[in-house]
């Protein structure tokens, strides 16, 4: 099994991926609540670090 590979995704299953993402991330959020309010600063910045490279890659010509 090849961890990185290009897959062509149906709609279906690329919903199916993305409410499941969705729905983890409502659930970890309600979880690490205390958390995430105390370290929002933190959390955004990791945030802004984490999307450099897809958003340069995207914009890339």
């Known amino acids: 099994m090849k961890l990185f590979q290009t897959k062509i995704w149906s709609w279906s299953d690329l919903w199916l ?4 993402v969705f ?3 409502i659930i970890a959020g ?3 609540h205390d958390f995430v ?9 990791i945030a802004i670090v984490l999307v450099i490279k ?3 890659h995207y914009f890339k010509d």
């Not at 991926?17 to 499941?20: I, M, N």
């Open 54 to 56: 897809p958003t340069l």
């Open 17 to 20: 991926f993305k409410w499941g």
């Open 37 to 45: 309010i105390e370290n929002v600063w933190v959390v955004l910045a």
């Open 23 to 25: 729905l983890f991330g």
């Open 30 to 32: 309600a979880c690490f």
